[in-house]
């Protein structure tokens, strides 16, 4: 399976952008849908969105809908995702993560997860 790597993530103040990258190893990575996740201290892991094989189809959770987006190379074997206008209630280790399926956000679709980048964003 796919190996990812998360990185991007740190400390931001409320307003400002971060772009997080993962970058996937394999020549297979095109094969895979990606999802990125977060979650905070003490709480469950939450789909952020996801993009599928080919770049042209996104989702987004509501909470972070027209403020993230997400992109991928795959020439690069890379997914990203932008995040714009974030609020503190964004701090989270957030976690990038493989799957063949649709990207819709269920956990069990996914096959492969990152180690997570923590990103803060302080009021």
């Known amino acids: 399976q796919v190996q990812l790597v998360e990185s991007g993530g740190g400390l931001v103040q409320a307003g400002g952008s971060l772009r997080l990258s993962c970058a996937a190893s394999?020549?297979?990575?095109?094969?895979?849908?990606m999802g990125w996740f977060r979650q905070a201290p003490g709480k469950e892991r939450k789909f952020v969105g996801g993009?599928?094989?080919?770049?042209?189809?996104?989702y987004y959770a509501d909470s972070v809908k027209g403020r993230f987006t997400i992109s991928r190379d795959n020439a690069k074997n890379t997914v990203y995702l932008q995040m714009n206008s974030l609020k503190p209630e964004d701090t989270a280790v957030y976690y990038c993560?493989?799957?063949?399926?649709?990207?819709?956000?269920?956990?069990?679709?996914?096959?492969?997860w990152g180690q997570g980048t923590q990103v803060t964003v302080s009021s």
């Open positions: 993009i599928i094989w080919s770049g042209t189809l996104t």
């Open positions: 993560a493989a799957s063949y399926s649709y990207p819709l956000g269920e956990l069990g679709d996914f096959v492969s």
């Open positions: 394999g020549r297979t990575f095109s094969s895979y849908a």
